[in-house]
């Protein structure tokens, strides 16, 4: 067995470490163990939360591929069949149903490393005990309402819905996608809740994953705010800015620790955090244990965009339930309060979570006959037809270009080139950090890879090379020069520099190369090169790490060829990112195929929040 496990790590199916873990919990004469605790290992690190015990059976393992090797190991463990696993499993020492601490758990036909297993049942019983508030004047409510958002007799205004939604649940989450108006609906929640509060004491504390999100959910809410009907007073509750989650929680770098956790909890009484589709499963866990019992949370993000880099897709499991639509109850509830006519919907086995969600449905950014628009539509359906014939209609702003030949790879450097030409041009012109900035997120090349010449770090070379021939950029010193983009991937409490955050280097006053940062209250900090935490040169940057961002010219670089890590959510994510105009390179069929190809994260949280 160790020697096919070897093989299958040679190749790529599992990692080493995978079969590391293998050696820890099973010795070599429980070979069916060994098998089952790397392939848990290795979904693990493909960010699902448990394995399927179905994946271990010979035409599934190894989903699929290299069929002689993955035969050779299922004979090697014993030919265990479907009916034998939990046996076999529950057997082993290492294994337990949860009840007692041991390395792997197993629940029904879920395999589990301890840790998400813990993780995943915190989370559930954090939104499965959402509590109710009743709201004292209907009235007052409904003046509130009126003010702030427009009557719209019989249309259903989903803001509004929304509204009442997060009003009337401690726990509410909010989805919708680009430009549905997720945080107009939260700056106008805000103003009512602060409006019904009677003591004018609330504590409010706005977050989200990355400090580019953090820095748009702050300008965004503090500028929609000075447009409310407030008194001094009440708009003096509104929160100023946004912090990243790490910075909320106050994560110590090089450990899991955070100063905020579930003996020191955060001082807030509501919490707003977007972009929630990007919080994996260890996040939320650190998040939820840290909120004061008291307190009132409101989650915002696109459920359709690429879940988490680690596992979990916990905004994606939780909107499932939006199709059940509301319960009987909490329809009439709503109408009553929003003056909307809602219809509620009865299900077999009741489901709390489902009537503290709002989905945003109308998009306000895009012109719904823009091809930006409709080609995200039609992506997110899944609709391959309608998507080429989108393509077809040659919409000025989508353009597609294949990746099949060696001019088209240069094709798509002259127009990296081209496109932070005027970027390099003001920097050279001396403009000031936070307009370089600024200018710098105008334009912006996302790759659905990190490696190879399609990938971040291909690109990244080649575009610098490209630019330095065109004699753009000018070297300094190892590497550095005036206008070099830079992306933080490590977090560093100590400067307040955090994984995602994007700098730009410029000399101080005193001639010295610094790299400045845009805060998520709008002032630049600039640190020197020297201290500067992990990073990388970010002129092109993964589909996972441009989520929270939009940009007006948004370039898409795909594979020549299909990998499985090209989905559905993926294209969509990418595609969402451009506001004005996008420009999208992949090989011959590599985009229909994605979009046919729906990422499958496996977790328990969805049937966990059935069992009511």
Known sequence: MLALLDKA???????????????????????????????????????????????????????????????????????????????????????????????????????????????????????????????????QFRNILDRLF?????????QRIATTVAVTRKISVISGGPGTGKTTTVAKLLAALIQLDKHSQLRIQLAAPTGKAAARLSESIISISRTLELTSAQRALFPSTAATLHRLLGVQSYSQCSRYNHSNRLPLDVLVVDEASMIDLQMMTHLITALPKHARVIFLGDCDQLASVEAGAILGDICHFAQLGYSEDRAIELSRLTGCLLEGQKINVEVAIRDSLCLLRKSYRFNVKSGISQLASVVNCGNVVQAQEIINRGFNDVLIHSLSTTDEYHQLLSMCIAGYSYYLERVRVGDDAASLLETFSKFQVVCA??????????????????????????????????????????????LGLYNGDIGITLRDLRGELRVHFLLPDR???????????????????????????????????????????????????????????????????????????????????????RDI
């Open 523 to 609: 002032t630049v900090k600039s640190i020197q090169i020297s201290l500067l935490p992990a990073h990388e040169t970010v002129y092109a940057m993964t589909v996972h790490k441009s989520q929270g961002s939009e940009f007006d010219h948004t370039v898409v670089v795909l594979l020549k060829y299909y990998l499985p890590l090209l989905t559905r959510e993926l294209v969509y994510t990418a595609i969402t990112r451009a506001r004005n105009r996008l420009t999208l390179y992949a090989g011959d069929g590599v985009l229909m195929k994605a979009i046919s190809a729906p990422s499958k994260r496996r977790s328990g949280l969805f049937e966990r929040l």
């Open 9 to 139: 790590v040679s190749i790529g199916i599992l990692r080493p470490l995978d079969v590391y873990f293998a050696h820890m919990v099973a010795s070599q004469d429980a070979p069916d163990i060994l098998l089952a605790a790397a392939c848990l290992s290795a979904a693990a690190g493909k960010g699902h939360v448990c394995l399927m015990l179905d994946q271990l059976q010979i035409g599934k393992l190894f989903s699929g591929l290299h069929p002689e090797l993955a035969k050779s190991i299922w004979l090697a463990a014993g030919q265990p069949n479907s009916a034998s696993w939990n046996q076999r499993l529950m057997a082993c020492t290492a294994v337990s149903d949860g009840s007692c601490a041991k390395p792997i758990v197993l629940q029904g036909q879920r395999l589990y490393l301890h840790r998400m297993w813990k993780n995943e049942s915190e989370v559930a019983e954090f939104f499965k005990s959402n509590c109710k508030y009743q709201v004292a004047d209907a009235v």
């Open 449 to 494: 890879l990190h490696v190879g010449p399609l990938g971040v770090i291909g690109l990244n070379q080649q575009i610098e090379c490209g630019l330095r021939n065109s004699g753009l950029i000018e070297y300094l010193s190892e590497g550095w020069y005036l206008g070099r983009p830079i992306m933080i991937t490590r977090n560093d409490s100590a």
């Open 150 to 158: 427009s009557v719209n007799g019989d249309t259903l205004d989903w």
